[in-house]
T-cell receptor
Framework: DAKTTQPPSMDCAEGRAANLPCNHS???????VYWYRQIHSQGPQYIIHGLKNNETNEMASLIITEDRKSSTLILPHATLRDTAVYYCIVRVSYNFNKFYFGSGTKLNVKP | GAVVSQHPSRVICKSGTSVKIECRSLDFQATTMFWYRQFPKQSLMLMATSNEGSKATYEQGVEKDKFLINHASLTLSTLTVTSAHPEDSSFYIC?????????????FGPGTRLTVL
């Protein structure tokens, strides 16, 4: 039931921006895009979410294309502690707003 | 921020026994909670949706008699793995939806590592 496609892994140099892409070409008009990350053996941590407009918070920025078929999560200055699996999720807008996780992107931040 | 706790954090049990895992929302009310299972090197798989005061709804392929869910209050849901077997060994994670939240984001617990010998 996952509705997103992400690259399995990415590398990023410490201090550089990490840009994580996500394809959600079948997204419906009222479905939100959420990003979570999971550090090894912990529960997922909320990062950011959006509907149409680009969003920014203290952790990251979310850029959503105009047609909403893809998005990019940007970590502006990656640190070693940002090494984690990042999940892009399209929230189902019916049936209790379930989350179905895809396979995610393993981001490796290297010194 | 909203906090979700799970207890225990890890449990080891013998095959054939039942194990109960608790999920609590600490600073908000959660009319809906979700239970996930995660095997090593795999993604989270949604098992069931737990609704306060009503029966849980299970995802396709998840045995409701094997994984008993009770959501007796607005801050507590429990998952009981009945007659556990080694293949039930996994990382179980719950999440809770803040009923007062406008965008319905989910807050996840830290997970429970179950090992069945």
């Amino acid at each position: 039931d996952a509705k997103t496609t992400q690259p399995p892994s990415m590398d990023c140099a410490e201090g550089r921006a990490a840009n994580l892409p996500c394809n959600h070409s079948t997204i419906s008009g009222n479905e939100y895009v959420y990003w979570y990350r999971q550090i090894h053996s912990q529960g997922p941590q909320y990062i950011i979410h959006g509907l149409k407009n680009n969003e920014t918070n203290e952790m990251a920025s979310l850029i959503i294309t105009e047609d909403r078929k893809s998005s990019t999560l940007i970590l502006p200055h990656a640190t070693l502690r940002d090494t984690a699996v990042y999940y892009c999720i399209v929230r189902v807008s019916y049936n209790f707003n379930k989350f179905y996780f895809g396979s995610g992107t393993k981001l490796n931040v290297k010194p | 921020g909203a906090v979700v706790s799970q207890h225990p954090s890890r449990v080891i049990c013998k095959s054939g026994t039942s194990v109960k895992i608790e999920c609590r929302s600490l600073d908000f009310q959660a009319t809906t909670m979700f239970w996930y299972r995660q095997f090593p090197k795999q993604s989270l798989m949604l098992m069931a949706t737990s609704n306060e005061g009503s029966k849980a709804t299970y995802e396709q392929g998840v045995e409701k008699d094997k994984f008993l869910i009770n959501h007796a209050s607005l801050t507590l849901s429990t998952l009981t793995v009945t007659s556990a077997h080694p293949e039930d060994s996994s990382f179980y994670i719950c999440s809770a939806r803040d009923a007062s939240g406008g965008d319905n984001e989910q807050f996840f617990g830290p997970g429970t590592r179950l090992t069945v010998l």
